[in-house]
């Protein structure tokens, strides 16, 4: 026999979505059922990408992941999705595994190689969107791209002079790949440890100055949310965000803000240790215990702000309740 319940009334916003889905879909996780198939004013188009490592419908293994391992995007399987496609674990040979904790990736284990542009990697057709919206040239070069990380100990940050290596970027901002943004943790003698959103516009070695969160503001050893973003071609519209429990939400935006010449588009987003960068010592993992092996990645995203028309502050200021509200990333610890 089956007992039927019946209310007069209406249920919250969202819970009719919650109660049509499995529990293991990303709606269980609190996200807005519009996230899947993001709005976006050309129908089909690649908006937005995003991974969970803790998540099993983004990340399935739940273990030590090796090279070419697959991570869905969170929405995957939802019948909006457009098809945002799989990306995938890169890293330099099959011998080399990360270790799987606390919900994210760390490279402790890593032993004797130079770790650059490694972790994980999006699906190239984002940057593509990223670069050039098909109807609106005003709106092409507009992005977001955010890291949930688990960031070093003080002592476990780099102490070489003039180190920018990136735990996210685009193409590892070598010499000669096109690329678009970096977020890196610093150090210089003169100014200790940072981190820096950097942004390119052309080829090398043809940066915005760096948007730079300063030491006393970072807090070390715990999980952070770092966001960069391009909103628009106004001084103002480029960005760099932090926030954290331990010492609130930071926020750096440029006074120069130069038109993009280089293409992109082929050129995939990668998150964790994504190349040593503008010539800066390498991830080298016998040269020093400050190597940044000990950061924990844990979840990531991208946006093409040209085709959604979101708010990136807006994006970042949700993305941070719902995870607060989560539990789920040890924002405490």
């Known amino acids: 026999m089956t007992a039927l319940i019946k209310s007069d009334t209406a249920a919250p916003a969202g819970l009719a979505a919650l109660a049509r889905r499995d529990r293991r879909t990303p709606y269980a996780m609190g ?3 519009e996230w899947a198939g993001l709005a976006s004013d050309v129908p089909g188009a690649t908006a937005l990408w995003q991974w969970e490592a803790q998540a099993p419908w983004s990340f399935a293994k739940q273990a030590a992941p090796v090279n070419g391992d697959v991570l869905a995007d969170v929405f995957a399987g939802d019948p909006d999705n457009v098809g945002y496609g799989t990306g ?3 890293l330099p040979s099959v011998a080399q595994t990360l270790v799987y904790t606390e919900g994210g990736f760390k490279f402790a284990t890593f032993t004797n190689t130079v770790l650059g542009g ?10 593509a969107a990223m670069k050039t919206h098909p109807t609106d040239a005003t709106k092409n070069d507009l992005w977001l791209v955010w890291i949930w990380v688990k960031l070093p100990e003080q002592a476990q940050w780099p102490t070489v002079d003039g180190s920018t290596p990136g735990i996210v970027e685009m193409a590892e901002f070598s010499t000669t790949q096109p690329s678009a943004f970096g977020i890196k943790m610093t150090y210089s003698n003169t100014s200790g440890p940072q981190l820096w ?3 390119r516009y052309g080829n090398a070695p043809n940066f915005d100055p760096q948007l730079a969160i300063p030491t006393a ?5 715990k999980t952070v949310l770092i966001g960069f973003y391009r909103k628009g071609a106004a001084a103002g519209d480029v960005g760099f965000f932090m926030k954290s429990v331990a010492k609130g939400e930071k926020l750096v935006t440029s006074t120069t803000n130069n038109a993009s010449t280089s293409d992109y588009s082929a050129a995939p ?13 390498s991830h080298t993992a016998s040269s020093t215990s400050n190597d940044l092996r000990s950061h ?3 979840a990531g995203g991208a946006e093409a702000l040209g085709l959604t028309g979101r708010d990136p502050l807006a994006v970042l200021r949700s993305e941070w309740a719902l995870q607060l509200q989560r539990g789920v990333y040890g924002l405490n610890n």
């Open 31 to 33: 996200y807005p059922k």
């Open 88 to 90: 995938d674990i890169t």
């Open 296 to 298: 924990i990645f844990k």
């Open 269 to 281: 987003i990668k998150w964790g240790i994504a190349g040593s960068g503008l010539g800066s010592p």
């Open 217 to 221: 503001d970072i807090p070390f050893g």
């Open 118 to 127: 490694m972790g994980v990697r999006a699906p190239v057709a984002l940057s």
């Open 197 to 199: 959103g950097l942004r």
